[in-house]
T-cell receptor, first 112, second 114 residues
Framework: KAGVTQTPRYLIKTRGQQVTLSCSPI?????VSWYQQTPGQGLQFLFE???????NKGNFPGRFSGRQFSNSRSEMNVSTLELGDSALYLC???????????FGPGTRLTVL | GENVEQHPSTLSVQEGDSAVIKCTYS??????FPWYKQELGKGPQLIID?????GEKKDQRIAVTLNKTAKHFSLHITETQPEDSAVYFC?????????????FGEGTQLTVNP
């Protein structure tokens, strides 16, 4: 079974731009969660989607948003990028919102 | 909200020795505790998890113990090998109310010297 895939793997943007990251969960998984990983803050929860509904949201500003499609694929969007948004963005999928999460390889975002 | 502390931040062992990483959590309602291994350039990989109705779980060279009273859990790796070198993260969640939301520890850089 294919794992979680994330596109693109690397991205360079400038301050003020916006970015959209994509995540395809493991086949049959309906829950997708997003995390931000930085050297200073570690792994922090962004939000979780289950059956196209946002179930949980972390403590991030409204510039961070996401959505989930009927095929369980998910996208997250960051608007008005700041230098501090440079991070590895990880997507994790699980069969339901109470099952084991499996992570993708991440998207490395660099904001210049 | 939940807070997870992880120690040590770095751990260096000789091949064949055992390694122990410890985590404490703050919310007594937490009932699910996974451990992830992250290699350079990759996403975290689940290596073992434990639920609060179990005190210990073992999978070959890896074991996890949970002490609910003290609110701490530990990862034990025996007979370490160079390929065990990576960053290890503990995490906690409350399955019924938090869904898939995981709160992670700060990570432990494990180095196994040949």
């Amino acid at each position: 079974k294919a794992g979680v895939t994330q596109t693109p793997r690397y991205l360079i943007k400038t301050r003020g731009q916006q970015v959209t990251l994509s995540c395809s969960p493991i086949s049959g998984h309906r829950s997708v969660s997003w995390y931000q990983q930085t050297p200073g803050q570690g792994l922090q929860f962004l939000f979780e989607y289950f059956s196209e509904t946002q179930r949980n949201k972390g403590n991030f500003p409204g510039r961070f948003s996401g959505r989930q499609f009927s095929n369980s694929r998910s996208e997250m969007n960051v608007s008005t990028l700041e230098l501090g948004d440079s991070a590895l963005y990880l997507c994790a999928s699980s069969r339901t919102d109470r099952d084991t999460q499996y992570f993708g390889p991440g998207t490395r975002l660099t904001v210049l | 909200g939940e807070n997870v502390e992880q120690h040590p931040s770095t751990l260096s062992v000789q091949e064949g020795d055992s390694a122990v990483i410890k985590c404490t959590y703050s919310d007594s309602a937490s009932n699910y505790f996974p451990w992830y291994k992250q290699e350079l350039g990759k996403g975290p990989q689940l290596i073992i998890d434990i639920r609060s109705n179990v005190g210990e779980k073992k999978d070959q060279r890896i074991a996890v113990t949970l002490n609910k009273t003290a609110k701490h859990f530990s990862l034990h790796i025996t007979e370490t090998q160079p390929e065990d070198s990576a960053v290890y993260f503990c995490a906690a969640s409350i399955r019924e109310t938090s869904g898939s939301r995981l709160t992670f520890g700060e990570g432990t850089q494990l180095t196994v010297n040949p």
